[in-house]
Nanobody, 125 residues
Framework: QVQLVESGGGLVQAGDSLRLSCAASGRTFVNNAMGWFRQAPGREREFVAGVNWSGRDTRYTDSVKGRFTISRDNTKNTVYLQMSSLKDEDTAIYYC??????????????????WGQGTQVTVSS
């Protein structure tokens, strides 16, 4: 059974940093794109960051560029999201996802087949 398990969320102050981790089990994703999405209350799930199979190509939504960094460690089947200079508007549930059919970065939620259960990130000012 394939599982993606996120960790690292929590309550932080504006300006602080957090690192989210997503550990995959049940199959390897070393050849697959992975990404992070988030969903704030009353809003649709949105793409945050994506990484290709090798980790060399990344994409970010405009609102997090320069503040968030996605990376992966294929030896650990794990993807990370380093978040810095956090803002109130970053408050959301963050979801990790893996794309079964793509090695290149993909940004649409429909391109991802496996999802984690989510981890809450709350930023207070």
């Amino acid at each position: 059974q394939v599982q993606l398990v996120e960790s690292g969320g929590g309550l932080v102050q504006a300006g602080d940093s957090l690192r989210l981790s997503c550990a995959a089990s049940g199959r390897t994703f070393v050849n697959n794109a992975m990404g992070w999405f988030r969903q704030a209350p009353g809003r649709e799930r949105e793409f945050v960051a994506g990484v290709n199979w090798s980790g060399r190509d990344t994409r970010y939504t405009d609102s997090v560029k320069g503040r968030f960094t996605i990376s992966r460690d294929n030896t650990k089947n794990t993807v990370y999201l380093q978040m810095s200079s956090l803002k109130d508007e970053d408050t959301a549930i963050y979801y990790c996802a893996a794309a079964r059919q793509y090695g290149a970065v993909v940004v649409g939620s429909a391109d991802y087949n496996y999802w984690g259960q989510g981890t809450q990130v709350t930023v207070s000012s």
